[in-house]
């Protein structure tokens, strides 16, 4: 089983920058087993997948494509979320989840029901 943990919200002004932070823990975790991913959700909306990274190859939703950046710390096992150029559309709770690399095929990466594990959530609210 794996534990992740969020960290990193906030609120900022648009067009200003955030990193979130996701912690992985287990015994006997091999990042290289796992596909991560950053998904966020607002109220009364679907959880939606933001970014991905599966084995060092790097995806991201058109919404956040040329402005957010996903990278994994594997000594650390920790995932980050650069997010830059914000607007208020980017305003959501931010969930970091992971998956064994087989449920992470081309189809399934953005899919919540495809993630096994999930973090809490951290807040990230841009104001315009």
């Known amino acids: 089983e794996v534990r992740l943990v969020e960290s990193g919200g906030g609120s900022v002004q648009s067009g200003e920058s955030l990193r979130l932070s996701c912690a992985a823990s287990?015994?006997?975790?091999?990042?290289?087993?796992?596909?991560m991913g950053w998904f966020r959700q607002t109220p009364g909306k679907e959880r939606e997948g933001v970014a991905n990274?599966?084995?060092?190859?790097?995806r991201f939703a058109d919404s956040v494509k040329g402005r957010f950046t996903i990278s994994q710390d594997k000594i650390k096992r920790i995932m980050y979320l650069q997010m830059n150029s914000l607007t208020a559309e980017d305003t959501a709770i931010y969930y970091c989840?992971?998956?064994?690399?087989?449920?992470?095929?081309?189809?399934?990466?953005?899919?919540?029901?495809?993630?096994?594990?999930w973090g809490h959530g951290t807040q990230v609210t841009v104001s315009s």
């Open positions: 989840a992971a998956t064994p690399v087989p449920n992470c095929s081309s189809g399934a990466r953005f899919a919540p029901t495809n993630y096994n594990f």
């Open positions: 990274i599966d084995r060092g190859v790097t």
């Open positions: 287990v015994s006997g975790y091999n990042i290289n087993d796992y596909c």
